[in-house]
Each structure stands twice: as structure tokens, then as C-alpha cells.
Nanobody, 123 residues
Framework: EVQLVESGGGLVQPGGSLRLSCDAS????????MSWVRQAPGKGLEWVSR????????IYADSVKGRFTISRDNAKNTLSLQMNSLKPDDTAVYYC????????????????RGQGTQVTVSS
């Protein structure tokens, strides 16, 4: 069974930083490209960032480019998202999501996601 468990969310002031983690189990983590997606209150899912199987290729939504960094540790089956210079507009539930096998980071799809972790940016 695929399991994706996010952690690291919380309340942070504008300009602050948080690091999200996702522990993956139940599948061969290193064989799948991965994503972070988020859902703000009253809005639909928005992709944030994606990373290739080996971690060499990454892409970011324009809204977070230059502020967020995605990474992965295939030895530990862990996906991370370092978020700096946070803004109130970054407030959302953040989800770790697995892309379907063989799909590139340039396609907007996923086949599994975790329960999410809440990030609130407010003074």
C-alpha cells in the first residue's frame, strides 16, 4: 500500500521559513517522480514543484520560484520542500504526491497523495 506522510507544517510569520518532509513507503520511491501540491482555503489544487526520480531535474510554479526548493533522499525514501520568504498567499494545505510511473515532471498528474500538512503564514 502506498503511504505518503507529510510533516513540518505550522504557523509562521511573513518572511519566515519552513521545511516540509514527506516519508514514503509501500513502493519503490526512487522509481517515481514526485510532486508537492497545495490547496488554499476555497481554492482548487495547485502544483507547487516537481522532481525527477534521481533528483537532477526540478521545476517550480512561478508563484514559488526562487523561494522554494524541492529535494529528495532516495536512500531514506524522503521528499522535502524548503520554503523561504513565505507570504500570506502561501497559506494552504501542502500535499506530497506521487506521479504515475514513467511520467515526466512536465506532466500535471499524480496517482497518490498524502493527507497533507497545514501551512499558515500570518502575523
Amino acid at each position: 500500500e502506498v503511504q505518503l506522510v507529510e510533516s513540518g507544517g505550522g504557523l509562521v510569520q511573513p518572511g519566515g521559513s519552513l521545511r516540509l518532509s514527506c516519508d514514503a513507503s509501500g513502493f519503490s520511491f526512487s522509481n517515481y517522480a514526485m510532486s508537492w501540491v497545495r490547496q488554499a482555503p476555497g481554492k482548487g489544487l495547485e502544483w507547487v514543484s516537481r522532481i525527477s526520480t534521481g533528483g537532477a531535474r526540478t521545476i517550480y510554479a512561478d508563484s514559488v520560484k526562487g523561494r522554494f526548493t524541492i529535494s529528495r533522499d532516495n536512500a531514506k525514501n524522503t521528499l522535502s520542500l524548503q520554503m523561504n520568504s513565505l507570504k500570506p498567499d502561501d497559506t494552504a494545505v501542502y500535499y506530497c504526491a506521487r506521479k504515475p510511473y514513467g511520467r515526466s515532471i512536465y506532466s500535471d498528474d499524480y496517482d497518490s497523495r498524502g493527507q497533507g500538512t497545514q501551512v499558515t503564514v500570518s502575523s
